[in-house]
């Protein structure tokens, strides 16, 4: 069956240091997946998509890979902050159909501690 | 500034009472979508609409109705609401194929 599997356990890390979340899927070949930012009680904020040609990418102080051989998506937050706490979501879009439905993962919940 | 209005943001009905939830985005966005969201099961797909008058299911649809009618506009309806549609309900909307999306700030549905 088709799957997408985040670390469900909360992530706790000391500010400045770097959070890594990771998302891995099975039985997709996605053109693209995309991370999520969602606090509490509140609708997803967009942060990045990268596509399946592309191996890396980067905005500000995120950075996103890739990797559709191992089927795994990483998702980087550098020097970082008390606000970066969240839950943080990837989503993938299937190569079929022409429903720009995402599929989503449950998410992550980091926690940055000052 | 560009964004998805929802509306109510918190609703609290009776079982079987018909309501409305609107949506509503000023970015001239083609695709929008319902979603809803329940612990353990995440973001799961309701209804969705390419374009004016283009609707289809997703992945949840019974007990849910959509429509439309303009490009702006993407209410959802609840025609006999049941407790097992208490959710938290998204409203999003996107331009083309490989954006983000952008999400209203969501509707707190309870049903008793």
């Known amino acids: 069956s088709q799957k997408i599997e985040q670390n469900s356990e909360a992530l706790n890390i000391q500010e400045g240091k770097t959070a890594t979340l990771t998302c891995n899927y099975t039985?997709?070949?996605?053109?693209?997946l995309q991370w999520y930012r969602q606090d509490p009680g509140r609708g997803p904020v967009f942060l990045l998509l990268?596509?399946?040609n592309e191996k890396e990418k980067r905005k500000e102080r995120l950075k996103v890979t890739f990797d559709t051989t191992l089927k795994q998506s990483l998702f980087h937050i550098t020097a970082s902050q008390p606000a970066d706490s969240a839950t943080y979501l990837c989503?993938?879009?299937?190569?079929?159909?022409?429903?720009?439905?995402?599929?989503w993962g449950l998410g992550t919940s980091l926690a940055v501690n000052p | 500034e560009a964004q998805v209005t929802q509306n109510p943001r918190y609703l609290i009905t009776v079982t079987g009472k018909k309501l409305t939830v609107t949506c509503s985005q000023n970015?001239?966005?083609?695709?929008m979508s319902w979603y809803r969201q329940d612990p353990g099961l995440g973001l799961r797909q309701i209804y969705y609409?390419?374009?004016?008058?283009?609707?289809d299911k997703g992945d949840v649809p019974e007990g849910y109705k959509v429509s439309r009618k303009e490009k702006r506009n993407f209410p959802l309806i609840l025609e006999s609401p049941s407790p097992n549609q208490t959710s938290l309900y998204f409203c999003?909307?996107?331009?083309?194929?490989?954006?983000?999306?952008?999400f209203g700030s969501g509707t707190r549905l309870t049903v008793v």
């Open positions: 989503a993938l879009a299937n190569n079929a159909g022409n429903n720009r439905k995402l599929i």
């Open positions: 990268i596509r399946e």
């Open positions: 609409s390419m374009n004016v008058e283009v609707t």
């Open positions: 970015m001239n966005h083609e695709y």
């Open positions: 039985n997709y070949s996605p053109a693209y």
């Open positions: 999003a909307s996107t331009t083309g194929q490989g954006l983000g999306y952008t």
